[in-house]
């Protein structure tokens, strides 16, 4: 990745957020939703928008028709914002990242408990004390 397209990236992820948290008056994208990152394809033509939420599954469902339903209003802000020739077609997915960490977090904590009740020959330690 060029060093454009990276700073293009950063660009494009703050004026999303900055027009989410004043702009868009979209009650599905209400709420926690944070954008996470932006990937833009090699032509610039194209831009995956990384967004993040703690919410179900159904929830993101519909986060993501809200996004799908505010693209044009988006890509026609990020076209008065930038000064690029051309403004790439946006599209979003979530990014679960947060979620692993969570789990990945969980599955540590729970190996450390289980390290703590056994020796490092497998068995049972006595954790009354005498």
């Known amino acids: 990745m060029t060093r454009r397209t990276e700073r293009l990236n950063q660009v494009i992820q703050i004026e999303i957020s900055d027009l989410l948290r004043k702009h868009i008056n979209d009650p599905r994208l209400n709420g926690l939703i944070s954008v996470t990152g932006v990937s833009i394809s090699k032509d610039l033509k194209n831009a995956t928008v990384l ?77 009354k004390r005498k």
């Not at 914002?81 to 904590?109: A, H, K, M, Q, W």
């Open 51 to 127: 967004i993040s939420a703690l919410c179900d599954n159904a929830d993101k469902k519909e986060i993501l028709r809200g996004f799908t339903s505010a693209s044009g209003f988006l890509r026609r802000e990020l076209a008065h914002r930038l000064n690029i020739r051309v403004t790439p077609e946006l599209s979003f997915e979530f990014d679960d990242s947060i979620e692993r960490g969570v789990n990945l977090v969980s599955l540590i904590e729970k190996i450390a408990v289980e390290d703590k009740t056994e020796g490092a020959d497998g068995r049972k330690r006595n954790t």
